[in-house]
């Protein structure tokens, strides 16, 4: 499905020698996102890869296999080290007030769960994790991971976990933050509100930044069916050690993905021109569960991570992600937790049942079959909205798709359906002689 509305990246492409030449994960996920997901995207690869380095040094036999073709590593150790050498290259600037990025990592474990040491030593020595309890199964436990991350990302996410989850035996939690402030020459200045086109073809006034660089060259960057203008940030001693690049497609009718060939197509056609630039104020938040999105990429299909502790196999993947931009600058911050339980897991078939219409409800005691309390719910209060459809539920009634001409009958306070043919059956579906 291709996805609407503007779509973003939070992950910085560095070209250090620590890190590999092409390293393929960063797109092969955000392709893989621009091709599920609706609307705006948010994705940090690097807080993935870190997460995802964490739980393979607890993986086991084939799935240690399927996360290393995942990263494109030949090894465990090549994982560690390139994990580590990016990690430590980008806390070398995290004091910079004014651009800078901050890397954390943190295990979070039952409080009577013991870890495999092999694994703690090597999350400790390679990652620089944190290491602590928490039960999960209480606020005061997800208070404290929640405590963890709103720390390390500047409050601009405040939390990873929603509620309490008993299921929940381990965490394993990247945080990864970044401030950028405008290149001095820029000059940002605001440009009052100004109408956005968005992917659906509807306009939206935003409030726009116009940068003008005075003395000042921007990068261009050109592929046939992709523009893209950098914009570099400024740190205490005055070199740029970050950038940004905004890409626009030439057809603004055909929002085409931005895959791997056409990032590397940018880059190898680059030149310098003095630019306009007139940006969006924005603030973008997105929160995704990626198990399954992972699942399909070939990763996490084995799910064996008894190097953690017994018989653990993860159970959820959360990344949550922001970016804002403003006149000052840009910062942007993204929390991945990989949550692990304990057992086999079980793939079971659910069966939708939704309670979008008028409903009733029974409060039950144990040993009568006197409802304590009854309600009839007609209407709720909420934004207005269209109203999903109805269907005629036939819930457990096998084959009744032609349903709407039966007869439903109301004997003794319960409800019973009458088919054409003369067949009757209970609302849950029991054939009733």
């Known amino acids: 499905m291709k996805r609407n509305g503007i779509i973003l990246t939070a992950v910085m492409i560095l070209t250090a020698m620590v890190a590999k030449a092409e390293n393929t994960f960063p797109f092969a996920v955000f392709e893989k996102m621009q091709q599920t997901?609706?609307?705006?995207?948010?994705?940090?690869?690097?807080?993935?890869?870190?997460?995802?380095?964490?739980?393979a040094n607890g993986a086991q036999g084939a799935t240690l296999d399927e996360l290393l073709a995942l990263t494109g590593d030949t090894?465990?150790?090549?994982?560690?080290l390139r994990n580590q050498q990016m990690a430590?290259?980008?806390?070398?600037?995290?004091?910079?007030?004014?651009?800078?990025?901050?890397?954390?990592?943190?295990?979070w474990h039952l409080p009577d769960l013991q870890l495999m040491t092999p694994f703690l030593d090597s999350v400790r020595t390679r990652?620089?994790?944190?290491?602590?309890?928490?039960?999960?199964?209480?606020q005061q436990g997800i208070d404290s991971v929640n405590a963890w991350v709103s720390e390390n990302t500047d409050a601009l996410i405040k939390k990873i976990l929603e509620f309490p989850d008993p299921t929940l035996f381990v965490a394993l939690i990247n945080a990864t933050l970044f401030h950028g402030t405008w290149?001095?020459?820029?000059?940002?200045y605001p440009m009052g509100t100004q109408p956005f086109r968005n992917a659906d073809g509807s306009g939206t006034n935003v409030e726009m930044i116009g940068m003008l660089g005075e003395y000042t060259t921007n990068n261009l960057y050109l592929d046939e069916d992709l523009v893209g203008v950098g914009v570099n940030f400024v740190g205490e001693d005055?070199?740029?050690?970050?950038?940004?690049?905004?890409?626009?497609?030439?057809?603004?009718?055909?929002?085409?993905?931005?895959t791997s060939e056409r990032w590397h197509n940018l880059l190898q056609n680059k030149q310098s021109a003095y630019m306009h630039i007139k940006v969006p104020k924005f603030d973008v938040s997105c929160n995704e569960e990626m198990l399954n999105m992972l699942k399909e990429m070939g990763a996490f299909v084995s799910n064996d991570f008894s190097g953690v502790a017994p018989n653990m196999y993860v159970s959820q993947i959360k990344h949550s992600t922001r970016m804002l931009l403003d006149e000052k600058g840009m910062s942007a911050a993204a929390v991945t937790m990989i949550g692990m339980?304990?057992?086999?897991?079980?793939?079971?078939?659910?069966?939708?049942?939704?309670?979008?219409?008028?409903?009733?409800?029974?409060?039950?005691?144990?040993?009568?079959?006197e409802p304590i309390f009854l309600a009839k719910i007609k209407q709720l209060d909420g934004g207005a909205c269209e109203a999903?459809?109805?269907?005629?539920?036939?819930?457990g009634v096998d084959n009744h798709q032609e349903s709407v001409t039966s007869s439903k009958v109301l004997r003794n306070g319960q409800l019973f359906i009458i088919r054409p043919d003369g067949t009757c059956y209970s609302a849950t579906g029991q054939r009733v002689e």
């Open 75 to 80: 090894s465990l150790a090549a994982l560690n």
């Open 127 to 138: 990652y620089s994790a944190y290491v602590d309890t928490a039960n999960f199964a209480t």
């Open 183 to 188: 290149e001095y020459g820029m000059h940002p």
């Open 388 to 395: 999903p459809a109805a269907p005629y539920i036939t819930l």
């Open 341 to 369: 339980t304990s057992g086999m897991p079980v793939e079971r078939e659910y069966t939708d049942f939704i309670v979008n219409r008028p409903f009733y409800v029974a409060i039950m005691a144990e040993g009568t079959d």
């Open 37 to 55: 997901i609706e609307g705006n995207i948010i994705v940090s690869p690097f807080s993935l890869e870190q997460a995802v380095g964490m739980a």
């Open 88 to 107: 430590d290259l980008l806390r070398a600037r995290q004091n910079d007030t004014l651009s800078s990025m901050h890397v954390a990592n943190s295990v």
């Open 238 to 258: 005055y070199k740029s050690h970050y950038h940004v690049m905004f890409i626009l497609p030439r057809d603004y009718q055909n929002m085409v993905a931005l």
